[in-house]
């Protein structure tokens, strides 16, 4: 009598090929009693390449801080004539700051008769002084439209004491003040005149810079130059 073959398959065996389908083709069954988990190479962290420059291309430039200004001449600083003093500028009309070089050139006594119809106002031995300068300014320009050096200059006796001041804003004879123009760049160079005031006889020997709001401050902060 002939026996047909069970369609069943053996537990072991089911076992086998369901190990083969689930795992097989992922490298991940496991010989052998090994327990040591697989390497995971994915999750590795691999150096990055160090990039170098192809031969002959032009390295991207590198952003430098601004240059400085400038370093400021101290406050109280003592010059003579012909020197110059690097100097904070603070427009108290406009609002505007800056950095100029200034440098007083010359003093010159004036001739009373140069104060017209007012000389009589300032007293009998009242005549001006001219103040001549140069300046450049180094920053700012733009802010600094019609600010003058004549406007934080004052002239000096010789026992320091501040000089007259000119009603006329202190411009008379051959004085001409100078003033930076609208649109100016950094750079601007001005040259110009102030007119000082010598009373009751005492000349005046010096010029003192003071800039408000500032360690500049009109006094022991006043940068000043002498003959």
């Known amino acids: 009598m002939t026996r047909r073959r069970s369609g069943r398959v053996a537990p072991a065996a089911l076992a086998v090929l369901l190990l083969a389908a689930c795992g097989g083709g992922s490298g991940d069954l496991r010989v052998g009693g090994n327990d040591q988990p697989p ?11 160090e ?50 070089e200034l440098t007083v050139t010359e003093i010159r006594p004036g001739d009373r008769a140069d104060l017209g119809e007012e000389a009589a106002s300032y007293g009998p031995d009242a005549a001006p002084a001219y103040v001549f300068y140069e300046a450049t300014v180094v920053s700012g320009a733009a802010d600094l439209a019609g600010w003058s050096p004549s406007s934080d200059l004052l002239g000096q006796q010789p026992d320091g004491l501040p000089s007259g001041l000119l009603i006329t804003g202190g411009a008379v004879g051959p004085c001409e003040k100078a003033e930076v123009p609208e649109g100016a760049a950094d750079g601007q160079v001005l040259e110009g005149c102030f007119s000082a005031l010598s009373l009751s006889g005492v000349p005046v020997t010096g010029v003192t810079y003071s800039a408000r709001g500032t360690e500049y401050e009109a006094g022991s902060g006043s940068v000043s130059w002498t003959g």
């Open 39 to 49: 390497a995971e190479a994915e999750s590795a962290t691999i150096p990055p390449e």
């Open 51 to 100: 990039v170098t420059p192809e031969e002959g291309a032009t390295p991207e430039p590198t952003e430098e801080p601004s240059a400085p200004t400038g370093d400021l001449t101290p406050p109280g600083s003592e010059l003579a004539l012909g020197e110059t003093a690097t100097l904070p500028v603070v427009d108290s009309l406009g609002g505007g700051e800056g950095v100029v």
